[in-house]
């Protein structure tokens, strides 16, 4: 009962924020990303090629909100991938004064729950995937599925939604809903796929794709800067969604191929010993599986894959085993360690990532507490032409450990270590 009232109070709350600010969405074109994995790479993607292009945009994501070229502070308090339905509508607001004409936003299932996006008038929705995530909330992933299926229910006729039609998910999440239908996939052109990609080149120098249109046609290889399949599928993403606005494709292909990953998705650089440095945000197990299997693919024989995670406290504790047994399955050595355990204690944690490990696999596994301490090993370990990922926090400044917030950047503190 208690929930129910309170998803009344913020359907009541959001009408009338929107009357008081004029309802801004409706004067914006507004496009939403969700799926448990590559949201705010997509958001961003498309944020920086509609500002390429010339047009005035604005961004609202994990990582940054963005108005123009006006970054925002998130709320260190309570920092949410998708604003409150009060700061929404303040932020689209302000985008309407800054004469925005698009803005891309991530849509949490959380959100999409709590009805903070309840009467924005979205152009166009866009599903990237659904795994494994977010069930300390959901409780299953039934429930998950449909938190994110509401989203696509919102949209009105005159929208698109764009979906992932290789996601197990990817097409039921489109049924019966008023807006028009699109999918995109890798592979095979003729089933059932709006817009398909063929990956013609993957290594650590970048992505070369070829992207399509259905009875368009072909264009041109784009050699990307981004790297590994799953950036693959983003960038696909975007491509569609500049297709379905229309913007022109030669420009879109240009903006793509000097575009930068996020702070914090797949970022790297190269030490001085020649270790290769990996940081990326992949916190379910989805994407720990992804960015390994990347690592795993485009790496030079002879090259070791050196892993430093964690699982976050007072999360979701049925992702611990699957995380811990990916990233020992996929490593040569795999350093369990701290990620933001929160009011946990952080032994138990990784206790728990090492539930569902084999003998061969519990081998491969260093237990250090400290995430300062497992970065400092994880270099010591490291020889030329070897590869470590660091996964978990990507973009993320700081570490909480029993309600407190304390500095620590995962990139920063490689570089330290490394001089």
């Known amino acids: 009962m208690k929930k129910v009232f309170k998803k009344i109070w913020w359907r009541v709350k959001s009408f009338v924020v929107r009357y008081y600010y004029g309802n801004p969405s409706k004067k914006l074109k507004i496009i939403g990303v969700t799926g448990t994995n590559g949201k705010t790479t997509t958001a961003t993607l498309l944020y920086k090629v509609a500002t390429d292009l010339g047009h005035k945009a604005g961004l609202i994501s994990t990582v940054e909100n963005i108005i123009g070229f006006d970054v925002l502070p998130h709320d260190d308090k309570a920092p949410s991938t998708t604003p409150d339905s009060v700061s ?36 166009g929705g866009v599903f990237t995937n659904l795994t494994h995530d977010h069930l300390d909330y959901h409780k299953d992933l039934q429930n998950y599925f449909k938190a994110k299926k509401k989203f ?5 006729k005159d929208a698109f939604a764009l979906s992932n039609i290789d ?84 420009n879109v292909n240009k903006s793509l191929e000097n575009i930068m990953p996020p702070k914090g998705r797949f970022e790297h650089f190269m030490s001085k010993d020649g270790v290769l440095v990996v940081v990326d945000y992949a916190h379910t197990p989805d994407a720990l599986e992804n960015v390994l299997s990347t690592i795993k693919e485009i790496k030079k024989e002879g090259s070791r894959v050196i892993s430093v995670f964690g699982c976050g406290g007072d999360r979701d504790p049925i992702k611990r085993p699957k995380m811990g047994k990916i990233g020992a399955s996929l490593s040569d050595i795999a350093i369990f360690t701290s990620d ?35 970065i400092e090993e994880s270099v010591k370990l490291a020889k030329s032409g070897d590869i470590v990922l660091c996964a978990g926090k990507g973009h ?24």
């Open 88 to 123: 929404l509508t303040k932020l689209f607001k302000k985008m309407v004064d800054a004469d925005c004409e698009y803005v891309f936003m991530e849509v949490s299932s959380h959100a999409l729950d709590q009805n903070r996006v309840a009467g924005v008038r979205f152009t």
């Open 152 to 156: 696509f229910e919102m949209l009105q």
């Open 167 to 250: 996601d197990d998910h990817g097409e039921i999440i489109l049924d019966g809903i008023k807006a028009k239908n699109y999918f995109y996939r890798y592979g095979n052109r003729a089933l059932f796929s709006d817009f398909f990609g063929e990956i013609k080149r993957s290594d650590f120098s970048g992505l070369g794709l070829e992207f399509h249109q259905k009875n368009m046609p072909e264009n041109r290889i784009i050699n990307t800067k981004l790297l590994g399949k799953f950036n693959a599928y983003n960038l696909l993403a975007v491509w569609s969604v500049c297709k379905l606005l229309n913007f022109d494709t030669e």
């Open 340 to 374: 933001n355990p929160r009011g946990e204690d952080p032994e138990k944690i990784i206790e728990n990532m090492k539930d569902d490990l084999t003998h061969e696999e519990n081998n491969k596994v260093i237990t250090i507490v400290d995430r300062r301490l497992a």
């Open 396 to 419: 993320e400044d700081y570490q909480e450990i029993k309600g407190v917030k304390n500095h620590f950047d995962d990139i920063e503190e490689y570089k330290k270590v490394l001089k």
